[in-house]
Nanobody, 120 residues
């Protein structure tokens, strides 16, 4: 496991959480990073991604306006600020480093997941 995701928890609908994705070994540290999630019985889905320099971001439609991805390259950490959480956001969230500095569909280096549970 090259990346370390943390920050999940049990919250109520409307609450906020901030997930962190640490990259202490600087694995592919000059590349884009994405967040993904997988709910029970469902396939893993893309949530958000950010380019190496942070100037380019991408979100799945269901989280636009509620989630914000950012990164602090001095700390080798990528964040996912999640506001106005909904029960349908409940899932295990994973971060992954891409093979390129720009956002792409190729993610090679994955972290362990962090559970986010949103109660109604």
């Amino acid at each position: 496991v090259q990346l370390q995701a943390s920050g999940g928890g049990l919250v109520q609908a409307g609450d906020s959480l901030r997930l962190s994705c640490a990259n202490p070994r600087r694995t592919a540290s000059n590349n884009a990073v994405g967040w993904f999630r997988q709910a029970p019985g469902k396939e893993r889905e893309f949530v958000a991604a950010i380019s190496w320099r942070g100037g380019d971001t991408k979100y799945v439609d269901s989280v636009k306006g509620r989630f914000t991805i950012s990164r602090d390259n001095t700390k080798n950490t990528v964040y996912l600020q999640m506001n106005n959480l909904k029960p349908e956001d409940t899932a295990v969230y994973y971060c992954a480093a891409s093979l390129t500095p720009t956002i792409s569909d190729n993610y090679r280096y994955w972290g362990q997941g962090t559970q986010v549970t949103v109660s109604s």
